[in-house]
């Protein structure tokens, strides 16, 4: 590579800082301060939120989430720091069972024998081995004609509708132990959450979810004290086993018999811990993997995509579920990616916290603030993804590797500097 083209291929990876296919825009621009006009040809970083797609731009998305969720739990983004007092719980739901597949239990057994026998299609009902936990087997049937693709898919499709239902029940039940009326909690608290999607290995996805009690005005006012922990868990948990909906085929949308509610109001160190741990789910894809990044357009494209047997037939089931006149309006196709998915990965109240749309605002208000060029206004047209050199998106993804490395030592060294600070301070002095 010559250094014309070195620098060439420098400046376009730096200018889409660092995006692995970022976008080609072309048009012209107006120097604002000298009123000269020029023909440009500029690179806007793709903004994708999944890691297999774009490492660069997944990482600032999973920086977002992480202020995202941290704001509505610790403060911060125009929330109060106070925030952390009130009421929360952290809730994971999940699918019922549509079929036996291989799994671990708390002895790290998949399914042992015990009284099972073998399955109308002959298959045994039992499976003594001990998988590792990136076993591909784990979350696959044990009979694949004995799952319920179909029901699975629906359930799917039909999960945010049945969060949004409990969500709204929750808060009435709530009131109701106050004897209040769904307006007169409203004069009084709030219930706001944010809730985030996660896929099963089987293929079923499930929430987790943030609920927090507030006063009227939201995160910035305190709840009322009867307005505690326990009535929130008490009610959820009866809740849970009682709500339901419908599918778009008729059938019933229930949750699942496993459920996980924890409270940790005034704990800063778990509220640190669940950020994280939502940050890290919105990156990624249904399956992790680039199989399942994009909208399938054809059945083909299902049938030859390199993916796991399992995950393919609830693609197909998918499919071919959408084209069913009674499901036309679920959009299953354009969702066969996500088998039947059609929710948001992240979706909270609107006085949860702050918004991505507003980190976004905040963070290029920033840059105009520090751009020391001249300011300058254009009209663009799109002229196409990735970069004109095939050599440069390998370049991207290896400086975003080294920025990576480079900010992780340097948040190393000062932790350890803060540690050894610590330790010369010594224990503190006692005033007789």
């Known amino acids: 590579m010559d250094t014309k083209s070195a620098i060439q291929i420098w400046s376009e990876v730096v200018g889409a800082g660092f995006c692995a296919h970022p976008i080609r825009l072309k048009g012209e621009q107006l120097n604002l301060a000298t009123g000269e006009i020029r023909d440009v040809q500029v690179r806007v970083a793709c903004k994708d939120r999944r890691a297999v797609i774009c490492p660069s731009c997944s990482r600032l998305y999973k920086a977002d989430a992480f202020i995202l969720v941290g704001a509505g739990l610790m403060g911060g983004k125009g929330?109060?720091?106070?925030?952390?007092?009130?009421?929360?719980?952290?809730?994971?739901?999940?699918?019922?069972?549509?079929?036996?597949?291989?799994?671990?239990?708390?002895?790290?057994?998949?399914?042992?024998?015990?009284?099972?026998?073998?399955?109308?299609?002959?298959?045994?009902?039992?499976?003594?081995?001990?998988?590792?936990?990136?076993?591909?087997?784990?979350?696959?049937?044990?009979?694949?004609?004995?799952?319920d693709y179909?029901?699975?898919?629906?359930?799917?499709?039909?999960?945010?509708?049945?969060?949004?239902?409990?969500?709204?029940?929750?808060?009435?039940?709530?009131?109701?132990?106050?004897?209040?009326?769904?307006?007169?909690?409203?004069?009084?608290?709030?219930?706001?959450?944010?809730?985030?999607?996660?896929?099963?290995?089987?293929?079923?996805?499930?929430?987790?979810?943030?609920?927090?009690?507030?006063?009227?005005?939201?995160?910035?006012?305190?709840?009322?004290?009867?307005?505690?922990?326990?009535?929130?868990?008490?009610?959820l948990r009866k809740l849970l086993g009682e709500v339901e909906t419908r599918s778009g085929a008729g059938g019933v949308v229930r949750w699942g018999t496993q459920l996980d509610v924890t409270d940790f109001s005034g704990r800063d160190d778990e509220s640190r811990r669940i950020a994280s741990y939502v940050a890290k789910y919105a990156t990624k894809t249904t399956d992790g993997t680039l199989g399942f990044a994009r909208r399938f357009t054809t059945r083909s494209r299902i049938e030859r995509a390199k993916v796991d047997p399992h995950a393919r037939q609830m693609a197909l089931t998918a499919w071919d579920l959408g084209s069913r006149y009674e499901l036309e309006d679920l959009r299953l196709r354009e969702h066969a990616h996500t088998f039947g998915f059609t929710g948001q990965l992240i979706t909270k109240s609107r006085a949860f916290s702050t918004t991505f749309g507003d980190l976004r605002a905040a963070r290029a208000a920033f840059r105009?603030?520090?751009?020391?060029?001249?300011?300058?206004?254009?009209?663009?047209?799109?002229?196409?993804?990735?970069?004109?050199?095939?050599?440069?998106?390998?370049?991207?993804?290896?400086?975003?590797?080294?920025?990576?490395?480079?900010?992780?030592?340097?948040?190393?060294?000062r932790l350890a500097q803060q540690e050894e600070e610590r330790q010369t301070e010594g224990p503190?002095?006692?005033v007789q």
């Not at 196409?384 to 390998?394: C, I, M």
Request: hydrophobic residues 35%; charged residues 25%.
């Open 79 to 147: 929330i109060d720091p106070d925030v952390i007092h009130h009421p929360r719980l952290f809730v994971s739901l999940t699918a019922p069972s549509f079929g036996s597949v291989h799994t671990l239990d708390a002895k790290g057994r998949c399914r042992p024998r015990g009284h099972a026998s073998h399955c109308v299609h002959h298959l045994p009902e039992w499976c003594n081995e001990r998988h590792e936990d990136d076993d591909p087997i784990l979350g696959t049937p044990l009979c694949p004609d004995c799952f």
């Open 428 to 430: 503190p002095t006692v």
């Open 150 to 235: 179909e029901g699975a898919v629906l359930w799917n499709a039909a999960a945010s509708k049945l969060w949004n239902r409990t969500a709204v029940r929750l808060r009435e039940r709530v009131a109701a132990t106050e004897g209040l009326t769904a307006a007169q909690f409203r004069a009084v608290a709030r219930l706001s959450y944010l809730k985030v999607a996660e896929f099963q290995r089987r293929g079923l996805v499930h929430f987790h979810v943030v609920i927090r009690a507030d006063g009227p005005e939201g995160a910035n006012s305190a709840p009322p004290e009867w307005l505690s922990p326990e009535p929130l868990m008490l009610e």
């Open 368 to 413: 105009v603030d520090v751009l020391e060029e001249d300011p300058t206004s254009g009209s663009y047209a799109y002229d196409g993804r990735g970069y004109l050199d095939p050599r440069a998106e390998d370049v991207a993804e290896r400086l975003h590797g080294m920025t990576v490395d480079l900010q992780r030592e340097a948040m190393q060294r």
